[in-house]
């Protein structure tokens, strides 16, 4: 609900707009129907757009229609090589440069089975995260790519071990967008039990979020004294444990 509130408060015309609020409605309730209604209308969205954001929505549209092949034609006449890196999972992201187009390409690959192909991207991910200025926002992130790099040319074990080392470089105790990628790197490796804890856990944990900012927002909302009545109601930090299929999720996960 609050991330249709605050696209409504985007002038409808405004170019992405209205295939952006198909999107956020299909990855909260599953319902694709905002996404059919606007059929041959998505290309006219794109166009309007800068390309670096058509090309990611472009991604996801296609990804959530499963259209594969269109998504590899698009992804193999993409003009860059790298992705700007917003969300993961729908959640905010910070202090990533960007991911390495292979990247997408590298999870179509093992969705088609082409390991010929999936090698050749795995080098160039490797490539690409080795090429990065290190920080300790994007630490994590470079793992994983690592992780990915390894999963793409068949070497389960080291990926499945960088997997886990990039949630623990994650920022703050747990980072829910590095658990959502680790976790597909984890089922891809056959380590699908662990995969779908970490997707439980994570998916526990947002709800518990939002429930604690719905409480606190009408705390301060019948509170003559607000600021301290937001702060009794949002309370301490808890940990939380938590559902999903976590290689069917993965396997195109989002950037």
Known sequence: MEALKAIDLVPPHAPGVSLQRAYIVYATT????????????????????????????QIVHLRQRNRIAALKDILAAAPSKVLRVAAIADLPVFGIAGSPIESERGWIDLLLGDKRQAAKS???VRAFAAGQIETPWNRWFLCYLTAQAHLLAGEAPPAAASARQA?????????????????????WAGAEDEALALLERAG??????????????????????????????????????????ARDRGAGGEI
């Open 30 to 57: 599953g319902t694709d129907r905002a996404l059919q209604a606007l059929g041959s209308e998505v290309d006219a969205v794109l166009a309007q757009m800068a390309p670096a954001d058509a090309l990611a929505l």
């Open 122 to 124: 795995a080098r160039a």
């Open 167 to 187: 949630l623990a470089l994650a920022p703050g105790a747990r980072c829910v967008p590095a658990e959502f990628m680790v976790a597909r790197v984890l089922a």
């Open 204 to 245: 526990r944990r947002s709800a518990r979020r939002r429930a604690d900012r719905d409480r606190a927002r009408s705390a301060l909302h019948r509170s003559a004294g607000g600021a301290s009545a937001f702060r009794g109601a949002a309370g301490p930090p808890r940990s939380a444990d938590g559902g999903n299929r």
